[in-house]
């Protein structure tokens, strides 16, 4: 005798594993985390904070108004320490999905990249977060920074 109630919970519980296994481990900060910072960033100039055990770190955004699927060139001065850097921009209050996107060295302690955020098609006015984390050899360090976007 089948139990379809049975089943339905079961493609259920496998659905759910498919859906938010994968996104609760991306969210998951990397085990070798050596320190984090938050930090807001009003967009209309480079944001700055200080990472204890690093040192200094510059963020900016153009355009600094994030328009939605639109070129965002983004620009991180890290000390000489980081060796590698990503960049991925999480909705504030709403789950847009994680894209973590490697930032490019153009010379010492400089990286870049062009990425786009997504459209939200319930809130036009979508709060962005951009989590930064800077790669060294003894681990990772790892900064969110609240943007505030011109208007």
Not at 111 to 130: E, F, G, H, L
Request: proline fraction near 10%; glycine fraction near 6%.
């Amino acid at each position: 005798m089948r139990h379809p109630g049975i089943q339905v919970i079961c493609l259920g519980l496998l659905m759910l594993g498919i859906v938010v296994l994968p996104t609760w481990l991306q969210r998951q900060p990397p085990a070798e985390l050596l320190g984090s910072a938050t930090s807001d960033c009003a967009l209309g100039a480079p944001c700055h904070t200080e990472l204890p055990g690093l040192g200094a770190v510059q963020l900016s955004i153009q355009p600094p108004t994030l328009p939605h699927d639109q070129p965002l060139e983004v620009s991180v001065q890290a000390p000489a320490a980081v060796r590698e850097a990503s960049v991925q921009f999480i909705g504030k209050e709403m789950y847009m999905g994680l894209q973590p996107v490697p930032l490019i060295p153009d010379d010492t302690n400089h990286y870049r990249t062009s990425t786009r955020i997504s459209y939200c098609t319930v809130d036009s006015a979508m709060r962005w977060q951009a989590e930064v984390r800077l790669h060294t050899n003894a681990g990772v360090y790892q900064i969110t920074f609240s943007l505030e976007p011109t208007t």
